[in-house]
């Protein structure tokens, strides 16, 4: 079946520890996305790209990279830089309008929990 | 700045139809209007997308009036497992650069079906 794969599940971060997020698509999906969730808030938009070995800064992209080397691939890392870490990170992507340049629906994965040891 | 105005917090009972209105002022001219459901600890989920007048599928119809200011999202008879949260989202016209209109996720309705 066509999806996103996020792993892992569940992640635990030491104090001044980088940890990187997985998220795989094969929906041929050209652009990408990482979203952050806290807990009964709506998602906040932390990276996202558009095409391979391109990617933008969203809202609250301090603290946290990204690469995006490949189509399906578009791995988070979240380095000691940011202070806040715990909580839910959700990968998506979506196809890309490039007639109407509108938003497309974005497919998400299940997500990792991140919390601080 | 695009903005979603929802109601918090939604109770209803099975068979009920239920409609949820989104408030959007400066919604982009060529964005679309989209609905997502999320359950705990899993991603949104995609359930209907429109631009004007009335969409309908499977699971929902979308109602939008004339000037796009909001947007009703009807769920007809619902169960207990459409208990979630759902988010209503427009583009942001600031971030229109390269063709990407960035989606903005308020808080959603959170909406609880009873038996």
């Known amino acids: 079946d066509g999806g996103i794969t996020q792993s892992p599940k569940y992640l635990f971060r030491k104090e001044g520890q980088n940890v990187t997020l997985s998220c795989e698509q094969n929906?041929?999906?050209?652009?990408m996305y990482w979203y952050r969730q806290d807990p009964g808030q709506g998602l906040r938009l932390i990276y996202y790209?558009?095409?391979?070995?391109?990617?933008q800064k969203g809202d609250i992209a301090e603290g946290y990279s990204v690469s995006r080397e490949k189509k399906e691939s578009f791995p988070l890392t979240v380095t000691s830089a940011q202070k806040n870490p715990t909580a839910f990170y959700l990968c998506?992507?979506?196809?890309?309008?490039?007639?109407?340049?509108?938003?497309?629906?974005?497919?998400f994965g299940d997500g990792t929990r991140l919390s601080i040891l | 700045l695009a903005k979603t105005t929802q109601p918090i917090s939604m109770d209803s009972y099975e068979g009920q139809e239920v409609n949820i209105t989104c408030s959007h002022n400066?919604?982009?001219?060529?964005?679309?209007i989209t609905w997502y459901q999320q359950f705990p600890s899993q991603g949104p989920r995609f359930i209907i997308q429109?631009?004007?007048t009335k969409v309908t599928n499977e699971v929902a119809s979308l109602f939008i009036p004339a000037d796009r200011k909001s947007s009703t999202l009807s769920l007809p008879r619902v169960s207990l497992s459409d208990t979630a949260v759902y988010y209503c989202?427009?583009?942001?016209?600031?971030?229109?650069?390269?063709?990407?209109?960035?989606?903005?996720f308020g808080a959603g309705t959170r909406l609880a079906v009873h038996p």
């Open positions: 989202l427009v583009g942001d016209q600031r971030w229109f650069s390269g063709g990407y209109n960035k989606l903005i």
């Open positions: 429109g631009y004007k």
């Open positions: 790209s558009q095409i391979v070995n391109d990617f």
């Open positions: 929906l041929n999906h050209d652009a």
């Open positions: 998506a992507s979506s196809i890309r309008d490039r007639v109407m340049d509108s938003n497309q629906p974005q497919h």
């Open positions: 400066n919604i982009a001219t060529n964005d679309y």
